[in-house]
């Protein structure tokens, strides 16, 4: 909205210095800045309320037994990092742009469930929270809208979307695209489903989840900008989808919100985000990718939400193998997601959270490689 006013202000009355604003390079800068001083200034006093109402987390027997500390801790933080991505987009973005409507319609839909999870499971006493049947049904919801619009009604989000409305591009192959047809919208499903669990799934650490989708949202505002300029996607051969430059913005809020978070998230945690939160960033990750035509690049640049998914897949199927052949269970990990493989053989936590993100930025790197490297 504060983009219009001064874009508005810039044509109507010349005023010197407002033209910088219709650059996205600036927003983008200024929506982080914005998610930051947000988080920052909510932060405290969500905390608050959260201990007010003894909205804490409770204690998890499934997780290593120093989690038992944690036990009360506040928890749908998530709230802060919601708030601080949907108010600088509302501000910075061009919000009657296609691909901006359908992010935020990811984020209100799956921040709605998480949030309703975290609700029914720390309010209501519900030890499991949302039915998990009815947690995957909202996440499918999402995927079939962002899918079928997509698959559907390409010219409504812009109309050079419409030769790739069906297809996705391949990493490390030059001008090479892999149309996916009827199962265009199953493949959407599953990735929006899919990131936004595993991203689930990554947030059992102090500053683990948050500070990887920051990484990951910082380098999905780079490639975001890149395949919106009609000059950098035509050096790179990549798809030029003009309007996905405003999605650089979007991440960029993310990043600054994540960082604000992180502040508070940071071990020993004053607060942890809850599905509220890793639900809707996770389906934000697949979402982007599925808007840009990157779908392929998921599993390099969530490398990290991979992994752990991965291993909790791999524990559960040995498992139930060796149950099954020797009648009694056995494990490959000593707990799963990974992360806690990694608390029981000794390492403290924060080395754990410093060298994902370490991991985390390699393949952050190898990600933007795949641009030129081809």
């Not at 990951?216 to 780079?222: E, K, P, Q, W």
């Not at 035509?234 to 992180?262: H, K, V």
Request: proline residues 4%.
């Amino acid at each position: 909205m504060l983009y219009y006013l001064l874009t508005y202000l810039h044509k109507t009355f010349n005023l010197p210095g407002l033209g910088v604003f219709r650059y996205i390079t600036f927003r983008a800068g200024a929506a982080a800045i914005t998610a930051l001083i947000i988080s920052f200034w909510v932060g405290p006093k969500i905390i608050r309320k959260l201990r007010e109402y003894q909205i804490g987390e409770s204690a998890k027997l499934e997780a290593p037994k120093t989690h038992l500390a944690k036990a009360g801790t506040p928890t749908m933080g998530g709230l802060i990092v919601l708030l601080s991505v949907i108010i600088p987009a509302l501000l910075w973005t061009d919000v009657k742009n296609g691909y901006i409507v359908l992010i935020l319609f990811v984020t209100v839909t799956l921040g709605a469930v998480g949030f309703l999870d975290d609700y029914l499971k720390v309010v209501r006493k519900k030890p499991k929270g949302l039915i998990g049947k009815y947690k995957i049904a909202g996440q499918v919801f999402v995927g079939l809208v962002v899918g079928s619009v997509v698959y559907f009604f390409p010219e409504w989000i812009d109309q050079t979307l419409v030769p790739y409305h069906s297809s996705t591009t391949v990493p490390f192959m030059k001008n090479l695209e892999w149309n996916l047809g009827v199962f265009y919208i199953p493949v959407v499903i599953f990735i929006i489903t899919a990131t936004s669990n595993a991203v689930n799934l990554t947030d059992g650490l102090d500053g683990l989840a948050i500070g990887t989708v920051g990484i990951v949202c910082g380098t999905l505002a780079i490639i975001t900008y890149v395949s919106g300029h009609a000059v950098w996607s035509q050096y790179l051969t990549i798809p030029f989808l003009r309007g996905t430059g405003e999605l650089a913005i979007y991440c960029a809020a993310i990043s600054g919100a994540a960082l604000g978070f992180l502040w508070f998230n940071s071990h020993p945690a004053q607060v942890f985000m809850g599905d509220t939160g890793s639900l809707a960033l996770g389906g934000i990750i697949g979402a982007m990718c599925v808007l840009i035509k990157k779908e392929l690049l998921l599993p390099t640049l969530g490398g990290i939400f991979l992994m752990e998914t991965v291993s909790v897949i791999i524990q559960r199927m040995y498992f139930k193998y060796t149950k099954k052949r020797y009648g009694e269970g056995r494990r490959v990990f000593k707990m799963a997601p990974i992360h806690h493989h990694f608390e029981m053989i000794g390492w403290p936590e924060p080395k754990i959270v410093t060298r994902f993100y370490i991991i985390a930025i390699l393949l952050m790197i190898l990600s933007l490689a795949t641009f030129k490297v081809r």
